[in-house]
């Protein structure tokens, strides 16, 4: 399986409606970068915008959390109707939470929970979760800033990950997020990968249509 999931971080918000139309139609997933100025040093935006993407999306909401305390704001966010909502490992430990707590909080709202790692944190540390996860979120950037370069040791990763997911014989989903193009989507399958974020890559296509479907591999 290979899912598109454009990140809305890239989309033109003069005309957020007609990319809104854009994903509904070419795309699987609506990615939705959450980003507060402390745990990353950018600021995105917050529920009034993604109250408006929910009127209109047709497609899932995945909703990645760039926070200090992910913990206090679950359950606002899983009320927005977010199909998946994950949140990064580091900003538990900071706050000194237990991220089976957190994961097991977005299970109760119906959510699909999610765990993140940015690129210098070993993969290993993921593993204790895996069981409480329903998908993990290997960053191929470092989180906070859309347009990044692609980080070559994600393949890695993701093989590791992939392989300790398949020797538990577990359903966790692979998400990658970070410079994801054409140019990695098919090796990042290969590695397991089956959720691919694309902000610059996919609003910048000139052809979204064909772009979309390069990625997700219908020919
Ligand atoms: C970065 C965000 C990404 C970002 C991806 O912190 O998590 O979702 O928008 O953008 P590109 O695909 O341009 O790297
Ligand atoms: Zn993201």
Redesign the pocket.
């Known amino acids: 399986m290979r899912l598109l999931a454009p ?1 809305l ?2 989309a033109n918000f003069l005309h957020l409606s007609e990319d809104i139309e854009s994903v509904n139609n070419n795309a699987d997933i609506f ?1 939705l ?1 959450i980003m507060d100025g402390s745990f ?1 040093p950018n600021l995105s935006y917050g529920f009034p915008v993604i109250e408006a993407i929910a009127k209109e999306a047709k497609k899932p909401m995945d909703t ?1 959390l ?1 926070i200090v305390n992910p913990k206090k704001y679950l359950k606002r966010f899983a009320d927005t109707g977010t199909k998946m909502l994950s949140f990064h490992l580091e900003a538990a430990d900071k706050a000194g939470d237990n991220p089976i707590d957190l994961l097991d909080e977005i299970r109760t709202y119906g959510v699909q929970a999610g765990l993140v790692i940015n690129p210098d944190i070993e993969v290993s540390r993921l593993f204790p979760y895996l069981e409480h996860c329903d998908y993990v979120l290997i ?1 191929s ?1 470092f ?6 370069k692609f980080i070559e040791s994600t393949y890695d990763r993701v093989r590791e990950v992939k392989n300790e997911i398949i020797r538990r014989k577990l359903d966790v989903k692979i998400e990658v ?4 193009s054409l140019s990695n989507v098919d090796k990042l399958h290969e590695c397991g990968a089956e959720i691919f ?5 996919y609003f910048k296509a000139d052809n979204r249509e064909l772009f979309a479907k390069s990625m997700r591999k219908e020919f």
């Open positions: 990140s971080l890239s990615h970068d990353v990645h760039m960053m950037v989180a906070g800033f859309g347009g990044q997020d970070g410079g994801i974020v694309a902000g610059s890559s």
